[in-house]
């Protein structure tokens, strides 16, 4: 039987400030996560390095903390720059048992039905 877990993911960019846009994102995210017994993972979008800095990601963690949501009620966090080598060992396995498929351009794993 597969995994419904329900899993959301907050995916801020740490090029500036942290403002109500990234808040609403988070608590949504948070919410859902936790109503249904999942998880919300933070994945920091660190793929823009003229841009990203340690101390917007560190502002990042500080206002998730002052809204309430801490390190204990997340997975993560994880860098966008950090993760090919950990998404290929979620996918290799998936790939060869044929549980992917292509959709604009992109893998996708197949869900199962």
Do not use: K
Not at 19 to 39: D, E, I, K, M
Request: charged share 20%.
């Amino acid at each position: 039987m597969a995994d419904t877990s329900i899993r959301t993911r907050f995916a801020p960019s740490p090029t500036g400030m942290f403002h109500v846009g990234n808040a609403r994102s988070l608590l949504l995210n948070w919410v859902v996560a936790r109503q249904s017994g999942g998880t919300m993972v933070l994945r920091i979008e660190d793929t823009d390095a003229a841009r990203s800095r340690p101390e917007w990601t560190e502002g990042i963690l500080a206002a998730m903390a002052w809204l309430g949501v801490d390190a204990i009620q997340y997975e993560g966090p994880y860098s966008q720059t950090e993760g090919p080598c950990c998404f290929r060992t979620g996918f290799e396995p998936s790939a060869s048992r044929g549980q992917t498929h292509l959709l604009m351009g992109r893998v996708h794993l197949r869900r199962s039905v």
